[in-house]
C-alpha cells in the first residue's frame, strides 16, 4: 500500500475512534447535562416564592429536590385548560412548545403547599431585545394575586436588559400586583416605560431597556392569559 493510502487508512481509523469516544462521551454526560437542567428550572421556579421563603437563593441542588418531593406538585396542561395526564411539568420545554400550533401546546403548572396555604407558579416565554427571555410567575390561592416572579434571559444586555434577572429592586415590585382588573378582566402585569401608573396592574420601566421590558409585558399578557381556563376550570378564579 502507498503511503497516501495508508494515510487515508489513519485518517478513518481515527476518525472513527474520535467518533467512539464522542459518541461515549455524549452517553455518560448526558443524564448528568439532563440532571442539572432540570434543577436549575426547578431553582427557577422556587425563587418566584422568596418574598415568601426566605434564604430561598441559598438552597442547594439536594435541598431544591427535596422541597420539590415535599412540597410541589407538577401539573401540565393543554390550551383548554385541562389537565393532561401522566406528564410532569419539569419535562415540558416551553421553547419547543412554542414551535406548535396552539392547540396543542403543553404549559407547565407548579403547586407550592406548604402549612395549609397554597401558590400557583405559571411558566411563561417569550422574546427580549436579543433573544429568549422567560419567566415563573408565583399567584396566591385566588389565581390573581401575584407573590413574586423570577426572569431569566439567554442573552440581554448586563445593566440594562439583564436587570430583569439581576435588579433585586425592579422585579421585586411585582409583588402584590393582580393579574386582574376590579371588574375580574384579565389584565396581566404592565411594564411601563416612565413609571406606574396604576400601582394595582403596573410596574416601573427599566431605564435603557425598552425593548426588554416592552418583552416582558407581552410575556405576562400571552403566557399567563392560557393559564385562565384552568383556574376556572378548578374554581381557583371564582
Known amino acids: 500500500m502507498s503511503d497516501t493510502g495508508?494515510?487515508?487508512?489513519?485518517?478513518?481509523?481515527?476518525?472513527?475512534?474520535?467518533?467512539?469516544?464522542?459518541?461515549?462521551?455524549?452517553?455518560?454526560?448526558?443524564?448528568?447535562?439532563?440532571?442539572?437542567k432540570k434543577v436549575y428550572t426547578k431553582k427557577q421556579v422556587i425563587s418566584s416564592l422568596r418574598t415568601e421563603l426566605e434564604n430561598v437563593g441559598d438552597l442547594n441542588d439536594q435541598q431544591v429536590e427535596e422541597l420539590f418531593k415535599s412540597k410541589v406538585k407538577e401539573l401540565v396542561i393543554d390550551a383548554n385548560g385541562d389537565v393532561v395526564e401522566g406528564l410532569s411539568a419539569e419535562a415540558v420545554e416551553m421553547d419547543k412548545e412554542a414551535k406548535k400550533p396552539l392547540e396543542?401546546?403543553?404549559?407547565?403548572?407548579?403547586?407550592?403547599?406548604?402549612g395549609g396555604s397554597k401558590r400557583y407558579i405559571m411558566g411563561?416565554?417569550?422574546?427580549?431585545?436579543?433573544?429568549?427571555?422567560?419567566?415563573?410567575?408565583?399567584?396566591?390561592?385566588?389565581?390573581?394575586?401575584?407573590?413574586?416572579?423570577?426572569?431569566?434571559?439567554?442573552?440581554?444586555?448586563?445593566?440594562?436588559?439583564?436587570?430583569?434577572?439581576?435588579?433585586?429592586?425592579?422585579?421585586?415590585?411585582?409583588?402584590?400586583?393582580?393579574?386582574?382588573?376590579?371588574?375580574?378582566?384579565?389584565?396581566?402585569?404592565?411594564?411601563?416605560?416612565?413609571g406606574a401608573k396604576n400601582d394595582r396592574i403596573e410596574v416601573d420601566g427599566?431605564?435603557?431597556?425598552?425593548?426588554?421590558a416592552n418583552g416582558v409585558s407581552e410575556m405576562m399578557q400571552r403566557g399567563l392569559a392560557v393559564y385562565t381556563p384552568y383556574f376556572k376550570k378548578a374554581n381557583v378564579i371564582k
Not at 9 to 28: E, H
Request: proline residues 2%.
Open 6 to 36: 495508508k494515510t487515508v487508512v489513519f485518517v478513518v481509523m481515527l476518525t472513527g475512534v474520535c467518533a467512539l469516544l464522542l459518541s461515549g462521551m455524549y452517553s455518560v454526560l448526558k443524564p448528568i447535562h439532563d440532571f442539572n
Open 104 to 114: 396543542n401546546r403543553r404549559y407547565p403548572l407548579y403547586v407550592y403547599e406548604d
Open 124 to 194: 411563561v416565554r417569550g422574546k427580549g431585545l436579543w433573544d429568549a427571555i422567560w419567566g415563573y410567575i408565583a399567584v396566591k390561592e385566588d389565581g390573581k394575586s401575584v407573590v413574586g416572579v423570577a426572569f431569566d434571559h439567554a442573552a440581554e444586555t448586563p445593566g440594562l436588559g439583564a436587570e430583569i434577572k439581576d435588579n433585586k429592586a425592579w422585579y421585586g415590585q411585582f409583588a402584590g400586583k393582580n393579574l386582574y382588573d376590579e371588574a375580574g378582566n384579565f389584565t396581566s402585569v404592565l411594564v411601563r416605560k416612565g
Open 206 to 212: 427599566i431605564s435603557g431597556a425598552t425593548i426588554t
